[in-house]
């Protein structure tokens, strides 16, 4: 059939080569997209972490003696303000969390949405084409019999 509207002058010789590309570009824009939401993911998993945010990870190691007991003896006059600060920070990092968490839903629900709409475009596309593929082909039948 599509030989035939090919002949005809119907369909362009690279009708197959263009849809072939058509299909591709779109795949690949999909692909992209998924690529980034796991991209996504990924930092949000480390910007969740808990244990990103201690006095435990300040180090107070230095080359001299000297200078690893200046750093000890600061660190225990610092204790609470590095607290505090460490538990702002987990707070902060949680509210950006929930944020990205959030705003990541938003991106996937798009691209479902996305991906739904294009499925329903090219349905339609291959619903046309069949339909007109079928007036052809009675069209083809009429004239044939008369």
Do not use: C
Not at 32 to 60: H, K, Y
Not at 78 to 100: D, M, N, P, S, Y
Not at 108 to 127: A, F, G, Q
């Amino acid at each position: 059939m599509v030989r035939e509207r090919r002949t005809v002058g119907d369909y362009s010789a690279d009708l197959e080569h263009d849809l072939d590309r058509y299909y591709r570009e779109i795949m690949i824009g999909l692909a992209r997209e998924a690529e980034r939401v796991v991209a996504i993911r990924t930092a949000l998993a480390q910007i969740g972490d808990p244990t990103r945010f201690g006095q435990n990870r300040i180090s107070t190691s230095s080359r001299t003696v000297f200078g690893r007991l200046v750093h000890k003896v600061v660190a225990r006059l610092t204790v609470r303000q590095v607290h505090g600060i460490t538990a702002q920070l987990r707070e902060h990092a949680a509210w950006v969390h929930t944020a990205v968490e959030n705003l990541t839903e938003i991106i996937e629900s798009i691209d479902e949405v996305e991906r739904s709409t294009i499925n329903r475009r090219l349905t339609s596309i291959v619903e046309r084409l069949t339909i007109l593929e079928e007036d052809r082909r009675r069209s083809d039948d009429l004239a044939t019999r008369q």
